[in-house]
């Protein structure tokens, strides 16, 4: 199978869920709905920090239509000094996150929740339930979090033998540092810091949770993995995994922010305790309040090179917010900042903070936008200090095949290097720019994963296929693994129908998240597919009387694999469906697979700005992203993928951020004020897919989900350097700071 063969691997097929979604007709999980179902309602703090002396729910539960109260009293209880896994997270943190135990730990932690007839009367039945808090001081910056006299969130977290809200590090090393420092011609180090962003998806947390007579629990929920809803709800409800199904919705994204749980594991009890379906649906203030956003963070970086641009050491140091629970990602950070570079002395560590933020989630490469826009922003100056175009600087020390990475990994094949060179030739780069216009460029890096997947692939008896994956579909998923199928089978895509599993109809498949689903996903039905091709060829064999080793199968069809194995007509995949029952029952395979071998995945942006020098306003006018897709199955999603990381980006840099009051709470709890980019604030987005197919994958995929959103951080910041002659070392780059920073420049001139 090769580009120049491929009828349908390589091309944008029309999207399958594209016209339910655009009429309007598509489920989510807000619209699911159950005779007899009731509505949850979440009470939480009103302070950022505070002891919980004791809760009384007894005029709440005497308020006509209430059905139920929960509190943390009623699920499990996990004692805080022993760990409790669960895949990256900790069920003890997520025990306290989705209700507050012994303290509440920021403004809008839940601390009781209730089911009743009404949304109103639940909302009522809230205000009713007296909670006694002891009000503490608390910390929501890092240096607050940080200082010698901080409130510690958690007293039984350590760091150098003392209480500390530093809840966790992580190092990486390579080479000789101080060595490598002695080698450099030129050394810049610089500080940074990022403020908190949400995730920003559409739609808000919402499920429908049902508990039958005897016990067994089904949910209805927006998420990025229904093995994972199971598992979680499972642990902090003390229901067994086997008596709880959970079945996805479409989802109207999630980039990471729905990885967790937050509502399914309360609306369970309260539907237990209720004899009730509980539907509890999260209001845009509670979503920007009390779920993830990711990591504000402090950064320190410093680079040392030859005069020939010979990248000889780089050294960073990330401290990351976590919230109010352990869990930032300081691996994107710590391991992601050098990955693209091939340099032979590094060091790198981060630093796990705690405050009284609400828990931080997944982003969309946790951590690495952090750890890109501080190395991409200092390589940018050390070009410049040794005269150096900043693409050719990159190319020159581009991490290529062989390459050790300070995280671990030496590189096998990748298209890194491909990247920049496009970069480089494209007319984008060659542009003029005009008076307060810039230019930046920036490279980035992620992981990749594999992991669990499952695929079952069916023949129906028309002789069409159902491919039923457990992976929610974000990214363009189905359509993707639609043409792969039909690529596989030899016949049009249109006859494949993809569908989600639920937890009870397809064996279990890890999260929808790491840009992994269509690399593990692709593997699985792949393996599914050659096993019912096989299949295919011992019903024709049967019915040809003929050795099945002297069957091929060729463009959706059985045939003779030569004039010796004899003459017989072609037999369709429909007529084989027809003679299912003849030669043997219905046509199928599964695969279960831990997944291996998925690669990194690299990108390299060019970004042109104009600054408004009167109001401060930074407009990116063009933009352009190169990335190394490894294969493009379907290459308008894949471009997608790309614009989409560029525009979150680009709102990361120049507008977003969580802005806190005075009383330590969230001052801009929604999109009014909250403010992310829309259409009439971007250019168009224009992509150019590399492709460098991974050998360790049958169609040579590589993620391409989280990529496009580490490089625009520097991209944009290096721009608008270029754009003003003035660095930016804080994000966003907001209109009232970039007139301070102009105006304090105009003082200081005269």
Request: with cysteine; glycine share 10%.
């Amino acid at each position: 199978m090769n580009e120049m063969t491929n009828k349908w691997i390589g091309k944008s097929t029309i999207r399958p869920d594209g016209a339910e979604k655009v009429t309007g007709k598509a489920a989510y999980a807000a619209d699911t709905s159950m005779p007899g179902m009731i509505w949850g309602k979440v009470l939480r703090s009103p302070h950022p920090h505070a002891i919980i002396r004791s809760i009384d729910t007894s005029k709440a539960e005497a308020l006509p239509g209430v059905k139920a109260v929960v509190t943390a009293a009623d699920m499990v209880e996990f004692p805080v000094d022993t760990p409790v896994p669960l895949g990256i997270q900790d069920m003890r943190w997520m025990a306290r996150n989705i209700l507050a135990h012994e303290k509440a730990l920021f403004h809008g932690h839940p601390v009781a929740a209730v089911a009743a007839t009404s949304g109103a009367i639940a909302e009522e039945a809230c205000k009713l339930i007296e909670v006694d808090y002891e009000v503490l001081p608390w910390a929501i910056e890092i240096d607050d979090a940080i200082a010698d006299d901080a409130p510690i969130l958690h007293d039984f977290v350590e760091f150098e033998g003392k209480p500390s809200n530093i809840a966790g590090t992580l190092e990486h090393k390579l080479g000789d540092l101080d060595a490598g420092f002695a080698e450099a011609d030129v050394v810049i180090e610089r500080s940074f810091e990022t403020r908190p962003v949400h995730q920003g998806y559409i739609e808000p947390h919402a499920c429908l949770v049902s508990v039958a007579a005897d016990g067994k629990a089904t949910i209805w929920s927006s998420s990025q993995g229904q093995f994972m809803v199971r598992a979680m709800t499972a642990f902090l409800t003390g229901i067994p995994q086997s008596s709880i199904r959970a079945i996805p919705a479409e989802i109207g994204g999630g980039f990471g922010g729905k990885t967790i749980v937050y509502l399914e594991p309360v609306a369970t009890i309260l539907a237990k305790k209720s004899g009730r379906p509980v539907k509890i649906v999260m209001s845009r203030e509670d979503v920007m309040r009390a779920t993830g956003p990711t990591s504000g963070s402090k950064s320190i970086v410093k680079i040392g090179a030859k005069k020939d641009g010979t990248i000889v050491a780089g050294q960073g140091t990330y401290w990351l917010q976590a919230g109010a629970f352990p869990g930032s990602p300081i691996r994107g950070a710590a391991g992601c900042a050098f990955a693209p570079y091939d340099i032979p002395n590094v060091h790198t560590f981060g630093y796990d903070v705690v405050s009284n933020r609400s828990k931080v989630a997944a982003y969309r490469a946790p951590g690495a936008p952090i750890g890109a826009y501080a190395v991409e922003c200092v390589l940018d100056e050390v070009a410049e200090a040794i005269g150096m175009d900043p693409l050719k600087l990159r190319l020159k020390n581009a991490a290529k095949q062989g390459t050790k990475a300070a995280h671990g990994p030496v590189y096998p094949v990748i298209g890194y290097a491909e990247t920049v060179r496009a970069a480089i030739d494209h007319p984008h780069y060659k542009a003029p720019l005009g008076k307060f216009q810039g230019r930046g460029v920036a490279s980035g890096y992620w992981f990749n994963a594999g992991g669990e997947s499952s695929a079952q692939v069916n023949i129906t008896e028309d002789g069409n296929v159902v491919v039923t994956t457990g992976h929610p579909d974000i990214g363009g998923s189905r359509a993707s693994i639609a043409n792969i199928t039909a690529e596989l089978l030899g016949i049009d895509y249109k006859q494949v129908n993809v569908l989600i599993g639920d937890t009870a109809t397809i064996g279990y498949s890890n999260l929808t998240g790491g840009s992994r689903v269509l690399f593990a996903s692709a593997m699985v039905v792949t393996q599914s597919a050659e096993k019912v091709i096989e299949d295919l060829k011992s019903r024709a064999a049967k019915l040809w009387g003929i050795d099945p080793e002297a069957v091929i199968w060729e463009g959706g069809e059985a045939r003779p694999a030569g004039p010796n194995a004899g003459k017989f007509p072609a037999l369709t995949l429909k007529e084989l469906a027809d003679k299912a029952t003849a030669t043997g029952g219905p046509i199928g395979a599964g695969t279960q697979l831990n997944t291996t071998g998925a690669e990194g995945g690299f990108a390299t942006h060019v970004c042109d700005v104009e600054v408004d020098v009167e109001l401060g306003i930074v407009r990116v006018v063009r933009y352009t992203s190169f990335q190394d897709a490894g294969r493009a199955i379907h290459p308008a999603y894949v471009e997608g993928q790309m614009q989409g990381g560029a525009a979150q980006g680009i709102g990361w840099a120049l507008n977003e951020e969580y802005i806190y009051n005075k009383d330590g709470k969230v001052d801009n709890a929604g999109f009014l004020d909250y403010r992310m980019p829309v259409c009439s604030d971007l250019p168009m987005l224009d992509n150019v897919i590399i492709e460098v197919p991974n050998p360790a994958h049958p169609q040579g995929v590589r993620g391409v989900g989280e990529v496009p959103l580490v490089p625009p951080l520097a991209a944009i910041a290096n721009a608008v350097h270029n754009a003003l002659g003035q660095r930016f070392y804080s994000l966003p780059m907001s209109p009232p700071k970039v007139l301070a920073q102009l105006d304090a420049t105009k003082l200081a001139a005269e």
